[in-house]
């Protein structure tokens, strides 16, 4: 059974989700905190494992290997952060049990957001959210109606960090600045042979902490590639 302190966590960033760009206003906007390589929240829940292949001062290039998420279908929006709340509400109903095992299952972090722009301002675009299974559950994820589960083996990754409340102004571009510090480099390469000749036209937001942690806030943009 997931624990209180799990649960409250839960809820909290469900709370988050909904209130998101409601919070964001009680900070400064020029308040910026160091980020460590590691984010904090995976010393107290778990997160999935990966091996750094490469460390840049912008971006780092990560490998992880056999890993399975629980996602939800295409869900359509102008909002990233509306689509995200819809998103985890499917992803809480699973974890509290609403799956075909009634496995309560303990969060995890990141909660996960692919993100497929659209071609204007005004049009829908494509999310797909996101939570990462846990060890327990990974070889065999309970089902749930709605979800799916997707497997990542190996997945390379280029993960840019930044700090603060997740909003739709700013995602895009923190993408266009990983794009651009990978510029020239080999990884930058291998991105627009896996994907489209816009790398930006589909990247992943990844959230860590929960929602009334206004210190440490760790958030990353990541852009997935073969090798």
């Not at 490469?54 to 102008?78: C, F, G, L, P, Q």
Request: glycine fraction near 4%; proline fraction near 7%; include cysteine.
């Amino acid at each position: 059974m997931a624990s209180l302190s799990v649960l409250k966590f839960s809820w909290l960033l469900m709370l988050s989700l909904l209130l998101n760009s409601i919070s964001g206003l009680l900070l400064s906007p020029n308040r910026k905190i160091k980020l460590g390589k590691f984010p904090p929240a995976c010393t107290r829940i778990e997160c999935p494992s990966y091996d750094v292949i490469y460390d840049a001062k912008a971006y780092e290039i990560r490998r992880y290997n056999n890993t399975v998420w629980m996602s939800t279908t295409n869900i359509d929006d102008i909002s990233f952060v509306s689509a995200t709340r819809t998103g985890f509400l499917q992803l809480f109903d699973y974890i509290q049990g609403k799956n075909k095992d009634e496995k309560k299952i303990e969060m995890t972090a990141p909660v996960i957001t692919q993100v497929t722009p659209s071609d204007g301002p005004f049009c829908k675009s494509s999310f797909v959210v996101s939570f990462y299974v846990p060890k327990l559950y990974q070889p065999n994820p309970p089902p749930a109606n709605g979800l799916h589960a997707q497997k990542w083996e190996p997945v390379y990754t280029a993960a840019r960090q930044f700090d603060g409340f997740v909003s739709d102004d700013e995602i895009g571009q923190e993408a266009a600045a990983l794009y651009a510090s990978l510029a020239g480099s080999r990884w930058a390469d291998a991105i627009n042979k896996t994907g489209s000749s816009d790398p930006t036209s589909s990247y992943i937001v990844a959230q860590y902490n929960s929602p009334f942690e206004y210190d440490n806030r760790v958030n990353e943009i990541w852009m997935t590639f073969n090798m």
